[in-house]
């Protein structure tokens, strides 16, 4: 598979644009993907929120057996970094994240309270594209305020949210300039957090199918029920397009329709709950 990098132009304004509204926030969530919480972590916003509380936030846990996602804050809490998993489909989880939010900032508020200031928490909302930062703003508004999309590079520029006791900064995903990790950049490719017009599906899904025969063999055993896995990933990989029925004429694979539908039951949780990292 070639070397994956997807770095925008528009994400270097981005960048700039989020160290220019640091002044006019409280604090700064940052939302990782809960089946990728390590390829997630952008390091140059680790570096540039380095003076602020931070907030991270693992969203799609319902995609992710609760053993994985109670490992991973477990982890975050022993670097340092507060964490709390979310669900935009379980509105208690939505809930316990805006009560955390308070609570990061307490002391913020108690100083802000006994000077006789009672004014909203402004909270920064940051990450790589696609994993749901508009979508939690829109759960704890209530409704949609934000603009959403299932596809990396949607938020484009920042945008205030307000309610009253909160606002929230939208803001553009934004990826590192470089992926020195390219087991790391996969993942996020996996996921779509990557445009996929860049990506060439039938290396993805064969790379993601590697990766899950290692990890998940019974997930897939389950999902495309195949007893045998074979010994090479394209065997497998040809047992899942006769199953499926990604035939062309003559009996040849389709390796493409079959690559998309791979992908495609992974990101929507088909396949299983799974981590990646």
Known sequence: MKHLQWFPGHMTAAMRMMEESLKAVDGV???????????????????LFVNKKVLYVLNKADLV??????RTIQEFSQ????????????????D??????????????DRNKEKGIFKPVR????????TGKSTIINSLC???????GNKAGVTKGKQWVRL?????LDTPGTMPPAFENQTLAKHLAYIGSMNDANIDFNDLAFELLAELKDKYPELL???????????????????????????????DYDYERCATAIIDDFRKGRIGKIILD
């Open 29 to 47: 969530m940052i939302v990782l993907d809960a089946r990728a919480p390590r390829a997630s972590l952008n390091n140059k916003l680790n570096k």
């Open 65 to 70: 057996q609760p053993n994985d996602i109670k």
């Open 79 to 94: 670097e340092g970094k507060e964490c709390i998993a979310t669900s935009t489909m379980d509105k208690r989880t939505v």
């Open 96 to 109: 316990l994240l805006y009560t955390k939010i308070f609570s990061l900032l307490k002391d913020k508020l």
């Open 123 to 130: 909270i920064m909302v940051a990450g790589i594209p696609n």
């Open 142 to 148: 209530g409704g949609k305020k934000a603009i959403t």
């Open 164 to 168: 009253r006791e909160l606002e929230l």
């Open 221 to 251: 055993k389950s999902k495309y029920s195949i007893d045998d896995l074979g010994v090479e990933t394209l065997d497998l990989f040809n047992a899942i397009c006769v199953r499926r029925g990604f035939l062309r004429r003559g009996g």
